[in-house]
């Protein structure tokens, strides 16, 4: 089982660019949820999505997009980036339900310059 | 909205012996789950513990245990033998339990205690 896997796993990008991040979840898991983390900081919940819809959005702006395939992999997309957007972007994936754990990937470090 | 709060920026600890990491959040649900993550420098969230609110026993997972005081809002997370292999940058995390059209709640993280283990 190879986990939850992300890409890149380092990306350096210029402000007002747009960029997007990959991630493969978990074996079996159904649900994506995305969080940034700015360093120093606690992980910071972006959104999650559940059969192919978004469910549940933190407060971050429109320029936060997301998307998640019939196979249950997902995107997130920045646009306008901002120098504040500089961040380890984590992927969480976990089985819907009630019971259920979290599982992360390694995360993509983005750079804003 | 829920709140986390982890007081401790820092702690250290000798090898072999035990230290403990406090947490209190705030939450007006009475269904919901607490959790301990650990991050080292590789970055990936890895699960130590966790704790279902309507459990009354503390979980425990090796040298790794909690004292969960429902009544407090307070979840400590202790680990004893410390080891080198312990050092982190450790968060604790709350979940509601109840499920929302099918998906499960979001995950809300303190800020982190960075533990250091000394030789």
């Known amino acids: 089982d190879a986990g939850v896997t992300q890409s890149p796993t380092h990306l350096i990008k210029t402000r007002g660019q747009q960029v997007t991040l990959r991630c493969s979840p978990k074996s079996g898991h159904d649900t994506v949820s995305w969080y940034q983390q700015a360093l120093g900081q606690g992980p910071q919940f972006i959104f999650q999505y559940y059969e192919e819809e978004e469910r549940q959005r933190g407060n971050f702006p429109d320029r936060f997009s997301g998307h998640q395939f019939p196979n249950y992999s997902s995107e997130l997309n920045v646009n306008a980036l901002l120098l504040g957007d500089s961040a380890l972007y984590l992927c969480?994936?976990?089985?819907?339900?009630?019971?259920?754990?979290?599982?992360f990937g390694q995360g993509t470090r983005l750079t804003v310059v | 909205a829920q709140t986390v709060t982890q007081s401790q920026p820092e702690m250290s600890v000798q090898e072999a012996e035990t230290v403990t990491l406090s947490c209190t959040y705030d939450?007006?649900?009475?269904?919901?789950?607490l959790f301990w993550y650990k991050q080292p420098p590789s970055r990936q969230m890895i699960l130590v513990i966790r704790?279902?609110?309507?459990?009354?026993q503390n979980a425990t997972e090796n040298r790794f245990s909690v004292n969960f005081q429902k009544a407090a809002k307070s979840f400590s997370l202790k680990i004893s033998d410390s080891q080198l292999g312990d050092a982190a940058m450790y968060f604790c995390a709350y979940r509601r339990g109840t499920t929302r059209g099918g998906s499960n709640y979001k995950l809300t993280f303190g800020k982190g205690t960075l533990l250091t283990v000394n030789p």
């Open positions: 969480a994936s976990s089985l819907g339900g009630r019971d259920t754990e979290a599982f």
């Open positions: 939450t007006s649900e009475s269904d919901y789950y």
């Open positions: 704790q279902e609110a309507y459990k009354q």
